[in-house]
């Protein structure tokens, strides 16, 4: 493809010109306006400092930057001399970075801050500038940081052909205003506002400091909200009566549970979209308005994706079993950097495998039953973490629960639960193990431990590892 | 984790295991306290109850029992003591 002046670039880059002809806004937020002809000068710019720097195809930069705007050019940049890119995140630790920058072979560093820089990873300050034109065209792409199953983080690389194929699927962004709360160092929040872009939407920038969604919301006239778990439950509780009106809620993850769900719904927007997705692959499903019930189903594969529930030896189930998800299409990703054997377990047989447990109803709507390393075998009775949680979730006294497995050499492994109260609960471990007997008989947790607060990381995910440490010298607690 | 503490969990898991013999909420309350022993003999255990109380004792105090052992101890009160036996050591 070639821009106006004849250069040749890659599709991502094409598909802005094409919004820029049109008129339409980048980036909006306190202090930022910005439309697609604008962002795409500061690009080209950038770009043209990047390849004056050395940096091209075959490069592997390392981004440092918190604020938005300045991230998602820098971003573009990379993509547009062809370079791939991995986010290095500032609230990261140094060790963390290095240890991440050392995986992929960071040839520089491209920070805001210099006290960002790496020990022996050459850095660049942004902003850049000098440079000549980019003429050059290279398949560059986004390397994205997402939790491992085995404790190690994989890297999943997306060129930028696939990252459009992956936006195709979020076409709500094509004409609204999307808002991320999440910084754009997090994995989903950069991928998804990159989508936002490869349809031509327009970016609502976080606020520098402290701030209040819901507020922020109103005044940038957000079209879309895209949450964590934690921050939907977060602002549904905080809030009453619709408080966002027709803004559609887009909340991430598998199993977010019906009551949330209807919480979101009369407290916050009407428009509520529940999206199962993979940084492999991107959005998977979406269950939206009018599809949520207590199935706590994610919706219809989204076109151009298939699904197929199977058993161990991936044998296709009969609707309404529940088996291992895998899945094909365009658009996902083929493996993982420096992961061998991560990379053998969840692509095989031409199939992606988000190692995830699920079922297909006869409508073709799927429910995520949890991951399938998550999943607590006792005695050959199979629990899902998810159905022991929502139940103690449903509790008046609980505000969030974790269950996990207890390793045990004679039953296998032994389900048991950690708490977080609700403001003024008063509920006691003996009364919710209890309460979870009544509910969930054989498939209960036998040991329930209440904590002031649910250990999470920075995305507000459970660190589970955490809590089991809780439940490993019982006899002594007491 | 003491005696008492030991006591409460088997309690609990036979309440939970709708064991007959331990319906009585004023016999559970004497187990508890130390003030009476039932003999396992007694208890009417089905296999199922047996595998919940050798999950809570493991679950709640670490101490692996199997529940074919069960038929080797007299009654709960000697469940109790060695569990707390196997704490102490």
Same mark, same amino acid.
């Given at each position: ?16 010109? #094409? ?25 080209? +710019? +950038? ?5 004056? %720097? ?59 801050? #210099?006290?960002? /820089? ?22 560059? =792409? ?12 994989? @890297? ?11 936006? /195709? ?28 872009? +490869?349809? &031509? ?51 991430? &993850? ?62 296709? @189930? ?11 299409? %365009? ?7 420096? &992961? ?19 079922? @297909?109803?006869?409508? =073709? ?6 991951? +399938? ?43 048991? /639960? ?61 | 984790?003491? =005696? ?12 939970? /295991? ?47 029992? #199997? ?10 009160? #000697? ?11």
């Amino acid at each position: 493809m070639t821009d106006a002046t004849g250069t040749e670039e890659t599709p991502l880059l094409a598909r802005l010109r #094409a919004f820029a002809l049109e008129g339409r806004e980048a980036a909006s937020g306190d202090g930022v306006s910005i439309g697609y002809a604008e962002l795409l000068e500061r690009v080209e +710019a +950038a770009a043209g400092g990047l390849a004056a %720097a050395g940096i091209g195809g075959g490069s592997t930069v390392g981004i440092s930057i918190a604020d938005d705007l300045q991230h998602l050019i820098v971003a573009l940049a990379a993509v547009r001399v062809g370079a791939w890119q991995v986010t290095l995140a500032t609230h990261d630790p140094v060790r963390s970075r290095q240890h991440i920058a050392e995986r992929v072979g960071v040839t520089q560093v491209i920070a805001a801050d #210099a006290a960002d /820089a790496l020990p022996g990873i050459r850095s660049i300050a942004w902003p850049v500038s000098g440079g000549a034109k980019v003429t050059d065209v290279a398949e560059g =792409g986004v390397l994205l940081l997402t939790s491992g199953t085995t404790g190690a983080a994989n @890297l999943v690389p997306l060129s930028s052909h696939e990252l459009l194929i992956q936006a /195709a699927r979020n076409s709500e962004y094509a004409s609204g205003r999307l808002f991320k709360p999440a910084a754009i160092e997090h994995n989903n929040s950069k991928r998804h506002r990159l989508y936002c872009l +490869a349809m &031509g939407g327009t970016n609502v920038c976080r606020p520098a400091g402290p701030f209040d969604t819901i507020a922020y919301c109103r005044r940038h006239a957000v079209t879309t909200l895209d949450l964590s778990l934690m921050q939907a439950a977060d602002l549904a509780a905080g809030s009453t009566s619709g408080a966002l009106g027709d803004t559609a809620v887009r909340v991430s &993850g598998s199993a977010v549970p019906y009551a949330l769900r209807r919480r979101i719904e009369q407290n916050l927007a009407r428009r509520l979209y529940v999206r199962y997705g993979s940084t492999e692959s991107g959005t998977i499903s979406i269950a939206g308005p009018g599809e949520h019930d207590e199935t706590g189903s994610v919706g219809r594969v989204a076109p151009g994706l298939a699904v197929e529930i199977v058993d161990a030896a991936g044998a296709a @189930l009969p609707a309404g079993e529940v088996g291992h998800v895998r899945m094909r299409g %365009a658009g996902i990703a083929q493996g993982y950097v420096d &992961g061998a054997e991560q990379t053998a377990k969840r692509f095989r047989d031409g199939w992606f495998w988000p190692g995830d447990m699920g079922s @297909l109803d006869e409508g =073709g709507r799927l429910t995520i039953g949890g991951r +399938a390393d998550d999943m607590i075998n006792l005695n050959g009775i199979n629990i899902f973490p998810a159905e022991i949680e929502q139940v103690l979730e449903a509790h008046p006294d609980v505000a969030g629960a974790a269950a996990l497995p207890l390793v045990s050499s004679i039953h296998g492994q032994i389900p048991v /639960a950690a708490v977080e109260l609700r403001p003024g609960g008063v509920v006691t471990d003996r009364e919710l193990v209890a309460y979870a007997r009544e509910h969930l008989a054989l498939r209960a947790p036998r040991r329930i431990v209440v904590l002031d607060q649910l250990p999470r990381n920075s995305q507000g995910k459970i660190l589970r590892r955490e809590i089991a440490a809780k439940f490993s010298n019982p006899g002594s607690e007491r | 984790m003491t =005696g008492a503490d030991i006591r409460v969990v088997i309690a609990d898991a036979l309440v939970y /295991a709708s064991v007959p013999r331990f319906r009585d909420s004023a016999e559970q309350a004497d187990f508890v306290a130390g003030r009476r022993d039932i003999r396992m003999a007694d208890l009417e255990i089905d296999s199922l109850a047996a595998m919940e109380l050798c999950i809570a004792i493991e679950t709640n105090s670490g101490v692996s029992i #199997a529940p074919g052992e069960l038929a080797e101890v007299a009654s709960l009160g #000697a469940l109790a003591e060695r569990v707390e036996r196997a704490l102490a050591t």
